[in-house]
C-alpha cells in the first residue's frame, strides 16, 4: 500500500469535517429535541449484534446490505447494523411490559455493504422515530407528521412531496393470482420497473384469468394524484375485500395528512413496494426537487417483534441526518464571537475567558505568541486596555 493509498477511505464511505460537522451535531441535537417534544424516547442501540437478532423478520436486502464478523469471544456469527429498527423491536419486547404505544427515537451511524442508491453514502447517519402499539390511522399519521416536522425543521422542505403506497394492494392481488414462485418473482421485478411492455408479453403469455390480467396490467399504471384512488377502485371492482381496505385506509390517511398539511404535495403509487418482504401496510417516502432520492421514508411493519416474543403493530420512519444537513437551506453557523486571546497567564484573563465561554461564545488562547494561528476563523480579540482585558473587534 502507497502513502497516498493509506489516507484513502473505503468506496462510499464519508467523513464529516469542520464545518460541516458541527452542523450536523446541531442538527442532531435539533431533531432529537424535536421528537422529545412529541414524546418520543431516545435509545442508544449497540453497533453490533448476533447476526440473527439485526435479521429476522427482514427481506433479504437487508442481510445483503449487513457487514459480518465473527465474534473471537464466542465464535458467534455477529452483523454490523445496517438498520436500527430491528434493533428498536428487540428493546420494545424484551425489556418493556406497557401494553399500550410506546415511542422511541434514535441517531447513531448505521453501516451497508453496498449503498442504497448511487447518491447515498455507505456509512449514513440514521435518523429516525418508532411507535410501537398502535395499529390504526392515527399513528401512521402521527408519524408522517414527524417526517415532515423533521424536513420543516432543516428547511428540506421546498417542494416537499410525500409518496403513499400500501403493500397490501399487490399481496390481495397476488393472492387472487395464485402465480407460481418464479411467476410472481418475475412479475414482481418487472412491477418495480415499471416495465409495461414486458408486463403486457408476461400476461400475454401467461394462462392467467382475463381478469387478473386485466388487474395486473393495470396496477403499474396506478400513480399520480387522489384521482388514483378513485379509479383503482373501479378497476379492482370485484377483488378480495383486504384490497378495498387498503385503498380505505389510504383515502383515511391522506385526509388526516392534507388536513394537517394542505399545502402539502401527496403523490399515490399502488405499485410502490419498497420494504415488501419487510413491510405489513402502508410505506411512504419524502421526495424534494433538489435530490434524486427520497429524503426520509418509512411504512408500517406490525408483529416485527414477534420472533422477540412479542408481536406488536409498528409503524416508523428514518432518514440519513447527512443529506439532510446537506439539503438544508439553514447552511449559515450560527452568529457568535469567535475570541483570540493572548498567550499570557494572568488570572484576569482567565476569568474573562471563563466568562466568555460561559455566555456561549467560542474563544481561543494561542499556545505561543510565535505560533502563526488561522487569523480568518476570529472575529474578535482580547486586548489589555488600561490595566483592563476588554473586547476588541476585528
Not at 59 to 81: A, C, P, S, W, Y
Not at 185 to 202: C, G, S, V
Not at 270 to 295: D, K
Request: net charge negative.
Amino acid at each position: 500500500m502507497t502513502l497516498a493509498e493509506r489516507w484513502l477511505l473505503p468506496d462510499g464511505v464519508k467523513e464529516v469535517l469542520p464545518p460541516q460537522a458541527q452542523q450536523v451535531e446541531t442538527a442532531r441535537r435539533r431533531l432529537l429535541d424535536l421528537y422529545d417534544s412529541w414524546g418520543y424516547e431516545l435509545v442508544m442501540t449497540p453497533l453490533i449484534e448476533h447476526l440473527n437478532s439485526l435479521l429476522v423478520g427482514v427481506g433479504r436486502d437487508l442481510e445483503l446490505n449487513t457487514f459480518k464478523v465473527t465474534d473471537q469471544l464466542t465464535g458467534r456469527m455477529l452483523g454490523i447494523r445496517a438498520d436500527i429498527t430491528q434493533q428498536v423491536a428487540r428493546i420494545d419486547a424484551n425489556h418493556l411490559s406497557f401494553q399500550g404505544p410506546v415511542r422511541f427515537c434514535y441517531c447513531s451511524t448505521i453501516l451497508h455493504t453496498l449503498p442504497a442508491n448511487p447518491l447515498a453514502s455507505r456509512n449514513p447517519l440514521q435518523v429516525g422515530a418508532e411507535l410501537f402499539g398502535h395499529s390504526g390511522v392515527a399513528s401512521d399519521a402521527e408519524i408522517i407528521s414527524l417526517m415532515v416536522e423533521t424536513l420543516n425543521a432543516m428547511q428540506v422542505n421546498q417542494e416537499l412531496s410525500i409518496d403513499l403506497g400500501h403493500v397490501g394492494i399487490y399481496r390481495g392481488l397476488m393472492g387472487e393470482a395464485a402465480l407460481s414462485a418464479d411467476q410472481e418473482a418475475e412479475y414482481f421485478e418487472l412491477l418495480q420497473r415499471k416495465d409495461l411492455p414486458e408486463i403486457a408479453r408476461f400476461l400475454a403469455h401467461s394462462a392467467l384469468d382475463e381478469r387478473i390480467k386485466t388487474y395486473l396490467a393495470v396496477l403499474p399504471t396506478l400513480h399520480g394524484g387522489r384521482e388514483v384512488l378513485q379509479k383503482a377502485r373501479a378497476c379492482f371492482a370485484g377483488v378480495e375485500q383486504t384490497i378495498i381496505d387498503a385503498l380505505d385506509y389510504l383515502g383515511a390517511l391522506a385526509d388526516l395528512i392534507s388536513q394537517r398539511y394542505p399545502q402539502l404535495d401527496l403523490y399515490f403509487d399502488l405499485s410502490e413496494l419498497r420494504g415488501y418482504n419487510y413491510h405489513t401496510g402502508v410505506v411512504f417516502a419524502a421526495y424534494v426537487p433538489a435530490f434524486g432520492q427520497a429524503v426520509a421514508k418509512g411504512g408500517r411493519y406490525d408483529e416485527v417483534g414477534r420472533d422477540f416474543g412479542r408481536a406488536r403493530p409498528a409503524t416508523g420512519f428514518s432518514a440519513d441526518l447527512k443529506t439532510l444537513v446537506g439539503l438544508s437551506a439553514a447552511q449559515d453557523k450560527p452568529i457568535r464571537k469567535v475570541v483570540r486571546v493572548p498567550a499570557v497567564e494572568d488570572s484576569a484573563v482567565q476569568d474573562v475567558v471563563a466568562q466568555l465561554r460561559a455566555q456561549g461564545e467560542r474563544v481561543v488562547q494561542l499556545l505561543d505568541e510565535t505560533v502563526v494561528e488561522d487569523a480568518q476563523q476570529f472575529t474578535h480579540q482580547l486586548v489589555l486596555q488600561d490595566g483592563t482585558w476588554v473586547l476588541e473587534s476585528l
